[in-house]
T-cell receptor
């Protein structure tokens, strides 16, 4: 059974810092990996999707990497801003062709002005 | 497209009542997923459909839970009878089938059973 772990559970940084969020998964037979952002009381917003054949994806200040063989992904946020404060979730898609996701427990990020 | 639309956004009901949650997926998507989010267990997949057909309902916690997808633009998740431990946020998501396809989530329905 796939298990997804995110470290740290919470992170507090001053504005402007670069930071790294970590995600690990136990079964490397994944279809893809997706990073989401969740604001309090809101739904999930997709940030980046990395296919199993890719090593990384970039969108603006965000960069996500994937090392499938070691079961790890990282989300790098450059020059953090208070508006980045949210919970970040990683989710892995199994090798069925359906975007059936197993979620990590999330990292709660607070960026202070 | 307006994205995945869920209704109601909030639902408060008494224990033992029937609850129906609704979802309209993104037009053209052929896969639909129902998830539940709680503090204790995080986000869990309950059931998913492909081309309106249920593929895997192994995540449905009990027989009190049922889901239908009568057409490509509408799905329901029903709880009958509801219990306090069903209190959670229920999310619907949709996607295309295949690698490289993102899942898009609705805003969720916050269910409180008292």
């Amino acid at each position: 059974k796939q298990e997804v772990t995110q470290i740290p559970a919470a992170l507090s940084v001053p504005e402007g810092e670069n930071l790294v969020l970590n995600c690990s998964f136990t079964d490397s037979a994944i279809y893809n990996l997706q990073w989401f952002r969740q604001d309090p009381g809101k739904g999930l917003t997709s940030l980046l999707l990395i296919q199993s054949s890719q090593r990384e994806q970039t969108s603006g200040r965000l960069n996500a990497s994937l090392d499938k063989s070691s079961g790890r992904s990282t989300l790098y946020i450059a020059a953090s801003q208070p508006g980045d404060s949210a919970t970040y979730l990683c989710a892995v898609g199994g090798n069925t062709g359906f975007q059936k996701l197993v979620f990590g427990t999330g990292t709660r990020l607070l960026v202070s002005p | 497209d307006a994205g995945v639309i869920q209704s109601p956004r909030h639902e408060v009901t008494e224990m033992g009542q029937e609850v129906t949650l609704r979802c309209k997926p993104i037009s053209g998507h052929n896969s639909l997923f129902w998830y539940r989010q709680t503090m204790m267990r995080g986000l869990e997949l309950l059931i998913y459909f492909n081309n309106n057909v249920p593929i895997d309902d192994s995540g449905m916690p009990e027989d009190r839970f049922s889901a239908k997808m009568p057409n490509a633009s509408f799905s329901t998740l029903k709880i009958q009878p509801s219990e306090p431990r069903d209190s959670a946020v229920y999310f619907c998501a949709s996607s295309f089938r295949g690698e490289g396809t993102e899942a898009f989530f609705g805003q969720g329905t916050r269910l409180t059973v008292v």
